[in-house]
């Protein structure tokens, strides 16, 4: 529910560090298509940093509805 919730997304390590996300969970969910992850750059403490915004897809939200 935590990504059904965010249009945006969720950061990957947010979900792995904070929620408990399994690595090999998120993979399966966008290799399935049920998510989708995106590289993107961001701004922390002045400073350029490369992270993975994982989005659900519509699939994904179909799957949850069932």
Known sequence: MLLSSNPNGAN???LV???GFKRQILAG????????????????GGRPVEVVRVRITDDGRK???E
Do not use: K, P, Q
Request: charged letters at 20%; a negative charge; proline letters at 0%.
């Open 12 to 14: 990957e390590a947010l």
């Open 17 to 19: 560090l904070v929620h």
């Open 29 to 44: 969910l966008v290799r399935t298509g049920l998510a989708a992850a995106e590289r993107e750059v961001v701004n922390a």
């Open 63 to 65: 799957a949850l509805a």
